[in-house]
């Protein structure tokens, strides 16, 4: 069994058993009857949904790397956040996606730099993003739930959110304190990557530099020539997470419930504030249970198992399959993803 498959393996049996132990713990003489209800055009529905959601953040990618005066196709661009979901979904926080795409960027003749710039460029604006929003679902879920655990869980995870966001928004601010904190890294790290002359070293220093260089030149730009094609990347970070959290109120459809679309919304923004917390690979058992405390708000005690299946299906094991059929059959990136976890 090679790496890539050892963390598959492992993220999907952390994501089986918890989802097992919330059906067994939800499961009555309801569910079986919902279960013969349900309505596949709904699921299938959302499966589209999600589908669409990878279009729309192949979008959002291609647009800021024409704000750079890097022209990345349409289908180039879905190929790369795809590929990506592969990596997100073995690595805790969803980390692992980053440097995979940065990677393909960069094989598409895109300076490091510039397409670190544009990876974490989404990341900062899904965090702002997030994070605006994140007191208006504590409104909304307050108004139906009052319960101090969560809100201490909330409260940790938002301040984590907030700590990262606030680190990215510094190193891009100042440069120099950045460029010093990676110098020690590589000096540290060289020895044990063989690279112990002296000359090897400095050529390494040199590298980090020039890509750091691009990195904050980029961000210049995007902020300056390129806040047209910043203001598209807003805008489709706006339309992707509006998508994506559309797909449960779909599944719920099929499932013959009709819920508040709001709560359906600020529940999933309170579940994506909890899963930054990094416990295990693709948020695997905490995205479940987390799942099942913030949808137990309007979801039926019988059904909330078997919603959280759904949507799990989707979100986790669509990802896998889907990112894993682009990353090997496609773009063939199985080495770099290998190197990358070991």
């Not at 995979?100 to 730099?113: F, Q, S, T, V």
């Not at 899904?126 to 909330?154: E, H, Q, T």
């Not at 070293?201 to 904050?216: A, N, P, W």
């Amino acid at each position: 069994m090679n790496k890539i498959e050892k963390w598959i393996l492992i993220s999907l049996l952390i994501s089986l058993v918890s989802g097992l132990i919330v059906v067994a713990f939800t499961f009555d003489s309801n569910t079986l009857s919902a279960l013969m209800q349900i309505k596949p055009v709904y699921i299938l529905a959302a499966a589209c949904v999600h589908a669409l959601s990878y279009v729309v953040w192949g979008m959002r990618t291609r647009s800021l790397c024409k704000a750079l005066g890097f022209d990345v196709g349409y289908t180039k661009a879905c190929e790369i956040v795809t590929s990506g979901t592969l990596a997100a979904s073995i690595t805790p926080s969803s980390l692992g996606g980053e440097p995979l795409r940065i990677h393909l960027l960069h094989e598409e003749k895109i300076p490091l730099g510039r397409a670190t710039a544009v990876v974490l460029g989404e990341r900062i604006l899904d965090g702002i993003l997030i994070l605006a929003l994140a007191p208006v679902s504590i409104y909304v879920i307050r108004g139906v739930l009052n319960d101090s655990v969560f809100d201490a869980m909330f409260i940790f995870a938002e301040l984590g959110l907030t700590f990262i966001l606030f680190l990215t928004l510094y190193a891009i601010w100042k440069p120099d304190p950045t460029k010093n904190v990676v110098y020690f890294v590589v000096k540290r790290m060289a020895p044990f990557l063989g690279r112990k002359t002296d000359a090897a070293l400095e050529k390494i220093i040199k590298r980090v530099d020039s890509e750091l260089e691009h990195f904050h030149d980029s961000i210049s730009i995007l902020l300056t020539d390129g806040r047209r094609g910043l203001s598209f990347g807003v805008l489709y970070t706006i339309v992707f997470w509006f998508v994506d959290f559309s797909m449960l109120y779909v599944i719920l459809l099929g499932l013959n419930q009709h819920p508040d679309p709001l709560i359906v919304f600020a529940s999933q923004i309170i579940v994506m504030v909890l899963l930054v917390i990094p416990a295990t690979p693709g948020a695997s058992g905490v995205a479940e249970f987390a799942g099942t405390t913030a949808f137990s708000l309007f979801i039926p005690s019988s059904l909330l198992g078997i919603a959280v299946i759904a949507w799990r299906a989707f979100t986790f094991y669509m990802n896998i399959c889907v990112g894993g059929f682009v990353s090997f059959k496609i773009l063939k990136d199985t080495d770099f993803i290998k190197n990358f976890l070991k």
